[in-house]
């Protein structure tokens, strides 16, 4: 097994997935199956590759610190699932 | 048992580009709230950021004023979590790579200099803001401040005891505005500071369980947030028990740190690099442009006040350890070429008076070619040293120049020979008793005479003078 059911459990903990026993389950035999298929990369040799971030070769890709304009207030809230017309509105955490 | 203190400082500077890190939304501080957002720093499905070069620019002047070695290629990371305040759910951060990294700064406390490492710095987003309602369990966000260039300098645990880690705040603050890459205003964060902070047997290698302070928004709740800290983990280790590793909140009004309310569950970020941003390469051009762009920094301007001015190295010190003071007091020097006798003005008088009235030199009402007309006239004999000083108050609170102050209080100077003797003489026939005494031998009774002399005159004789005539009519008779 590549993955254990505690791990599945967790790293749902970590993304805020609530997922019941049998979830958690099925999902540890998909993931199983995923990373054991990633596995085959290791059979190839990397000692002597360069570890890579990018598959592209571009660099620097800047802008200059130039104002643009933001969205009106009402757009930049719309898709909110709640909010007040000023902010966001979100259950209170702390 | 005795202790040894250890404690690394974390500091996020917010750096002062018009635009945010990645999109071109203003950074300005208090817009209403969500009127400083775009697709980008919403975090909105699909968007592209675009790395501003002004911050790689600002990154990289820091790391060569703080002795950094720049990491040529570089690289952005998503530190992934989730809160509201942070709209994609991970931070765009850098990680495995940062810009800077290997750097020191030099601290002098107590006469003694000592260096201090920098083990690295990065640049990274800023979140945004969350405003918890009084009585509703809700929260509001506003993301102006999301996507707001900082960079983070970590320090290695090399400071030992709470007034270091103040000094070693303070230079990296004098040199984050030297720079001018960061407005250095702890109170709207624009520069705040996180601490670790152990305690560990002196002599013993291992350090000891660390906790961390957040929440210290000035030089002196840094220091006393510390203060407090080494007192309570002593105590604790005293008795036995065992420090808990946990992040505590310092609570400015009970003086004390609180822990932080959060779930146990352990952070753990899953950092990865961030695909939608490029690796960064810097340029030995890029570099040697920045590092002949750089300007005097606040030890470099220390010595030099020192060498071509003889100011003492506490005085160089103060006045060049912030910015604006320095340049005020350089302001006033091109009109007053005494330095000595201005610094001397400045570190006492006007630091007072500033620090009396909660004000920053910035606010101040004196302007320096107000400060150096007043010590002109000191200089030329209109008014007294002593008549100085509260003329410079009022200065201070009218914001006058000083020749007006002086007119309207009428604060001249009296240097006229023939009305301070008339004078002396009036209290000669006033004070008998006192006359006989002093011709008797009891020639400590002058100040008395000086005294009686000043209270006439409302502060004003000439002081060399006013001696001089007393000694002579006291001593002929």
Not at chain 1, 15 to 30: I, K, N, P, S
Not at chain 2, 352 to 374: F, H, M, N, W, Y
């Amino acid at each position: 097994m590549k993955i254990t059911t505690d791990e599945v459990k967790y790293v749902a903990a970590l993304a805020r997935l609530d997922l019941g026993h049998e979830e958690a389950e099925a999902m540890t035999g998909q993931l199983d199956r995923i990373l054991a298929y990633i596995d085959t990369l290791n059979e190839l040799d990397t000692s002597q590759v360069e570890p890579t971030t990018h598959a592209i070769s571009v660099i620097n890709a800047f802008r200059e610190d130039e104002l643009q304009e933001s969205l009106p207030r009402e757009l930049a809230l719309v898709n909110g699932p709640d909010q007040n017309g000023e902010a966001f509105v979100v259950p209170r955490i702390i | 048992m005795e202790f040894e203190t250890v404690i690394g400082l974390e500091i996020h500077a917010q750096l002062k580009t018009n635009t945010k890190i990645f999109c071109g939304c203003s950074t300005e501080f208090g817009k209403p709230p969500n009127t400083n957002t775009c697709p980008v720093c919403l975090g909105m499905p699909g968007v592209l950021p675009v790395l501003n070069r002004t911050v790689v620019e600002y990154a990289i002047r820091m790391g060569l004023a703080t002795n950094c070695e720049i990491n040529r290629t570089n690289q952005f990371a998503r530190k992934n979590y989730f809160y509201p305040d942070l709209p994609k759910g991970y931070q765009i951060s850098q990680f495995e790579l940062p810009i800077c990294e290997h750097g020191w700064v030099e601290i002098t406390v107590d006469d003694t200099i000592k260096r201090i490492g920098l083990t690295r710095i990065h640049m990274e987003e800023d979140a945004g803001k969350l405003i918890h309602d009084d009585h509703e369990p809700v929260s509001y966000v506003d993301l102006n401040r999301t996507g707001t260039p900082l960079i983070e300098i970590v320090s290695e645990p090399d400071l030992r005891s709470p007034e270091e880690a103040a000094a070693y705040l303070r230079k990296l603050h004098a040199i984050v505005r030297y720079l001018d890459i960061c407005d250095g205003n702890m109170q709207e964060g624009s520069f705040r500071c996180d601490a670790n902070i152990s305690l560990r047997p002196k002599g013993q290698e291992a350090f000891g369980t660390r906790t961390e302070l957040k929440n210290m928004n000035s030089f002196r709740n840094v220091q006393k947030a510390l203060e407090y800290e080494v007192r309570r983990q002593r105590d604790i280790l005293l008795d036995g028990g065992k420090v808990v590793q946990q992040t505590l909140l310092w609570d400015p009004d009970t003086n004390r740190t609180n822990a932080m309310r959060s779930k146990e569950e352990a952070h753990d970020y899953r950092y990865f690099p961030d695909p939608d941003l490029v690796p960064i390469v810097i340029s030995e051009e890029w570099i040697n442009e920045i590092t002949v762009s750089l300007p005097e920094l606040p030890h470099q301007r220390k010595s030099r006040l020192i060498e071509t001015l003889g100011l003492s190295e506490d005085d160089a010190g103060i006045i060049t350890g912030d910015r604006e003071l320095a340049d005020y007091f350089e302001t006033a020097l091109v009109r007053y070429d005494n330095g000595k006798k201005l610094a001397n003005w400045i570190m006492t008088e006007l630091l007072r008076e500033l620090k009396e009235r909660d004000q920053e030199i910035s606010q101040c009402q004196v302007t320096p070619d107000g400060l150096a007309e007043l010590l002109t006239m000191v200089d030329k004999g209109t008014i007294s040293g002593k008549i100085a000083k509260t003329v410079f108050q009022e200065m201070m609170v009218s914001g006058k120049d000083a020749g007006t102050v002086v007119k309207e209080k009428n604060l001249v100077q009296m240097s006229d020979e023939g009305d301070l003797l008339k004078m002396i003489d009036e209290i000669i026939s006033a004070n008998p008793d006192q006359v006989t005494e002093y011709r008797g031998g009891k020639t400590k009774l002058m100040g008395f005479f000086v005294g009686q002399l000043m209270q006439k005159t409302k502060g004003r004789a000439n002081p060399q003078l006013a001696n001089q005539l007393l000694a002579k009519a006291l001593d002929n008779k």
